[in-house]
Structure formats: C-alpha cells, structure tokens
C-alpha cells in the first residue's frame, strides 16, 4: 500500500514538474506509476489533493533552506529584502511552486492551500522569524512598541499582496513587494538606531 502511493507521488511530481498542472491528468500519472486508474482514487480524492500535497512539501523544504541561511545579527531590511529574492527565485526554480505564479491556477492553488491548513505545515517559519524580530527589539533594531505578532502580521502583507497581481498589475511586481518591506522597515526602525542600506542612511 505504501510503495503504490509513493509510486504515485514520485510520478505525479515528475510530471507536474516536466508538464505541468494543467497539462498532467490522472490517466498520465497511474500509467506512469504502473498502477491502475482506480487504484489512485485510494489515496487522493483527485489530482488537485496530490498537487496540493506535492507542492506543500516543496514548500516547506524551500522556506526551511533559506532561513538556515537568515543571520540574525544582519540589518533587518537586507535581511528581509535577501529573503524575499531567494524565496522568489526559488519558487521561480521549481517547476512544481512555479505554478504558484500561473495566474490560470494559482486561485486554485491558494483555495487548496487554506483550506488544508497548508499555512500550519510552515509554523516552523512563524516562530523562527519571531525569534529573529525579538531579537532585533532586543538589539534596538527595530521599535519595543510594537507587538512581534503585530510585525509578522505587517510582514504578511508583503506576502500577501503577491496573491493580488492580477488586480494590481503584473508589471508592478516584484518591485511593489520591496517597496513596501522598505516602508514598512522604516516605519518600524527604532528611532535611535541608524543604518545604512545600498549606500543611504536610514532612520
């Protein structure tokens, strides 16, 4: 039972990945699999389930790879605008999280994501990055007055607005995104502490 489902998952994310959502049906998947048609609808209600299970764990493993590579001791607008270029060109790098930017599916994908607790699978990525901002309260980076769930909630925005493109305007991203972590940044920077970024003072 175990070897058929792993056989499911392991074709199903080889074709996502060469031919796409779209373009992959179940058919393609149990033949590519050696199994039958019927036996797929063991395991997954449909081929959404099994995406949406595929691209959670890419995912996590790409949210758990760069933030081993946050440092916590870093100005937190660097920091910040470093980690949403190395999410997005990671995303940008995965044919399976790609298709988070295929504005045809990726309402879909969204929907899917909520509705099976997918932000609950990256807590991990909540709590560390807490940790970071607490720190940079700690250090005097950042304003004491402002709760740390209250600046996550802020830096969520950010993340957020990538889900509005196609109200917005495709040709304003990524650029809106540093855009608003650069406001946002400042508006939180302690007042009595200064840094420099890209050769500016900021206060």
Same mark, same amino acid.
Not at 80 to 90: A, D, P, R, S, Y
Not at 101 to 114: A, L, V
């Given at each position: 039972?175990?070897?058929?489902?792993?056989?499911?998952?392991?074709?199903?994310?080889?074709?996502?990945?060469?031919?796409?959502? $779209?373009?992959?049906?179940?058919?393609?998947?149990?033949?590519?699999?050696?199994?039958?048609?019927?036996?797929?609808?063991?395991?997954?209600?449909?081929?959404?389930?099994?995406?949406?299970?595929? %691209?959670?764990?890419?995912?996590? $493993?790409? $949210?758990?790879?760069?933030?081993?590579?946050?440092?916590?001791?870093?100005?937190?607008?660097?920091?910040?605008?470093?980690?949403?270029?190395?999410?997005?060109?990671?995303?940008?790098?995965?044919?399976i999280l790609r298709e988070w930017y295929n504005?045809?599916?990726?309402?879909?994908?969204?929907?899917?994501?909520?509705?099976?607790?997918?932000?609950?699978?990256?807590?991990?990525?909540?709590?560390?990055?807490?940790?970071?901002?607490?720190?940079?309260?700690?250090?005097?980076?950042?304003?004491?007055?402002?709760?740390?769930?209250?600046?996550?909630?802020?830096?969520?925005?950010?993340?957020?607005?990538?889900?509005?493109?196609?109200?917005?305007?495709?040709? %304003?991203?990524?650029?809106?995104?540093?855009?608003?972590?650069?406001?946002?940044?400042?508006?939180l920077r302690d007042s009595s502490s200064q840094?420099?970024?890209?050769?500016?003072?900021?206060?």
């Amino acid at each position: 039972m175990v070897d058929k489902k792993a056989k499911i998952l392991v074709s199903g994310k080889e074709l996502f990945s060469t031919q796409g959502f $779209k373009e992959t049906s179940v058919a393609d998947i149990t033949k590519k699999a050696g199994i039958a048609t019927g036996t797929f609808y063991l395991y997954y209600p449909s081929k959404d389930e099994l995406f949406m299970e595929i %691209y959670l764990d890419e995912n996590e $493993k790409l $949210k758990r790879t760069i933030m081993e590579t946050v440092d916590p001791d870093g100005d937190p607008l660097t920091v910040l605008l470093e980690l949403m270029q190395k999410n997005m060109q990671g995303m940008a790098a995965n044919p399976i999280l790609r298709e988070w930017y295929n504005k045809d599916i990726f309402n879909k994908i969204e929907e899917k994501f909520r509705q099976q607790n997918g932000l609950e699978q990256v807590d991990f990525l909540y709590q560390s990055f807490i940790e970071i901002i607490q720190k940079w309260q700690a250090d005097g980076k950042m304003r004491r007055d402002i709760d740390g769930e209250m600046i996550m909630a802020l830096f969520s925005v950010v993340i957020i607005v990538d889900l509005h493109k196609d109200e917005i305007g495709f040709q %304003y991203f990524p650029k809106i995104q540093e855009y608003l972590t650069e406001f946002i940044m400042n508006g939180l920077r302690d007042s009595s502490s200064q840094a420099t970024v890209g050769g500016r003072t900021k206060g």
